[in-house]
C-alpha cells in the first residue's frame, strides 16, 4: 500500500511540476476521489494501530502481575508488530497530508487561470 501511495504522489508531483496541464476541473474532482480513499485506509490502519496498542498494554499489565514466560513471548511478539503499523501509518498520514498540499496547488493554478472581472 505504501509503494503504491509513493508512486501515486510522484504521479502528482510530475504533473504539477508540468506547465500546461489542461482542465483543472476534472484533476480535482480525481484527486478529491483518491484523498477519499486513502483518508478511508488511513482511519482504518488508525483503528488497527490503536487496537494493537491497548492489547500491548493489556498483555504489559498482565506480564506484571502474573510474570509467565509466555505473557513475555506475546509481548515480545506484539511490540515487533508495533513498529510495522506505526511505519505504515505514518506513511499513510504523510502521504495524505502531501495530497492535501496537491489538491491546493490545483486550486492556486486554477485561481491563476480564471478570467478576472
Known amino acids: 500500500m505504501g509503494k503504491k501511495l509513493k508512486a501515486y504522489i510522484l ?11 489542461g482542465d483543472i476541473e476534472p484533476l480535482k474532482q480525481e484527486l478529491l476521489t483518491e484523498i ?45 508488530l508495533m513498529v510495522p503499523y506505526i511505519r505504515h501509518y ?5 502521504g495524505v497530508q502531501k495530497l492535501y498540499t496537491f489538491y491546493e496547488a490545483l486550486l492556486a493554478r486554477q485561481k491563476k487561470t ?4
Open 11 to 21: 504521479f502528482w508531483q510530475q504533473l504539477l511540476d508540468s506547465e500546461d496541464i
Open 36 to 80: 477519499g480513499f486513502w483518508q478511508h485506509e488511513r482511519l482504518i490502519h488508525l483503528l488497527v494501530t490503536i487496537l494493537f496498542a491497548l492489547l500491548t498494554m493489556a498483555v504489559f499489565l498482565v506480564l506484571l502481575f502474573y510474570q509467565q514466560l509466555s505473557m513475555l513471548v506475546l509481548l515480545a511478539a506484539l511490540l515487533s
Open 114 to 117: 480564471l478570467p478576472h472581472s
Open 90 to 94: 505514518y506513511i499513510l498520514e504523510n
